[in-house]
Every structure is written in structure tokens, then in C-alpha cells.
Nanobody, 118 residues
């Protein structure tokens, strides 16, 4: 139905940068209305980091505003969404997941690990 392929994770020192990529392809069955990047650290819940809707509306969590940027190439059922992460902090360490939303279902990628070390 919907395939999400994430890449770009890694280990960087604090202050460094990473760029995550989420390639999305979907068959018929409804258009994708929004794509979001979420993250989950061990023992914590999965939270939204940044999201972009079909109409271009973008939102960020307060903790990443000014440091992370979400962008998109393509639209609807064939698109790539990037998350540029600058000035990374140790607290940004987590598994990052891409999520694609349709009207009646959400689809998740497999996750990519981001580790920020001192």
C-alpha cells in the first residue's frame, strides 16, 4: 500500500548535522495528506518532531525550532521528505521515524537511529 524508506541516520558529535530522508511511494487507495518525522528515545514515548501537510503547512516541536528544517520534493503518493538537523544536541538522540498519513490510516517507516555524542 504505502512504502516508506528512511535513511540518513548516524552518530555525530554535539553541534553536528545530519539529514534524514524518507522516500514515499503509495498505490491507489487514497492520497497522502501529511508526512511527519517522529522520534522515540529508549523508555520514552514517540513524539512529533516536524510535519508537513499537503497544503504546505509545516509544524515543529518547540525543542527543534530553529535547528531542524523539513522539506519535500513531490506530492501525494510519490514524494521524498527530508529532515535537515543542525546544531544537534545529545537530547536529540533517538530513533527517528517517518509517518505518512492517509484519511483512514497511518503508515510508518522502519526507523533510523540518530546518536549525538559529546
Amino acid at each position: 500500500q504505502v512504502q516508506l524508506l528512511e535513511s540518513g541516520g548516524g552518530s555525530v558529535p554535539a553541534g553536528g548535522s545530519l539529514r534524514l530522508s524518507c522516500e514515499i511511494s503509495a498505490n491507489i487507495g487514497g492520497v497522502i495528506t501529511a508526512v511527519g518525522w517522529y522520534r522515540q528515545a529508549p523508555g520514552k514515548q514517540r513524539d512529533l518532531v516536524a510535519g508537513i501537510a499537503t497544503d504546505g503547512n509545516i509544524k515543529y516541536s518547540d525543542s527543534v525550532k530553529g535547528r531542524f528544517t523539513i522539506t519535500r520534493d513531490g506530492l501525494y503518493n510519490s514524494q521524498t521528505v527530508w529532515l535537515q538537523m543542525n546544531n544537534l544536541k545529545i537530547d536529540d538522540t533517538a530513533t527517528y521515524y517517518c509517518k505518512a498519513e492517509r484519511r483512514f490510516a497511518d503508515y510508518w517507516g522502519q526507523g533510523t537511529q540518530v546518536t549525538v555524542h559529546s
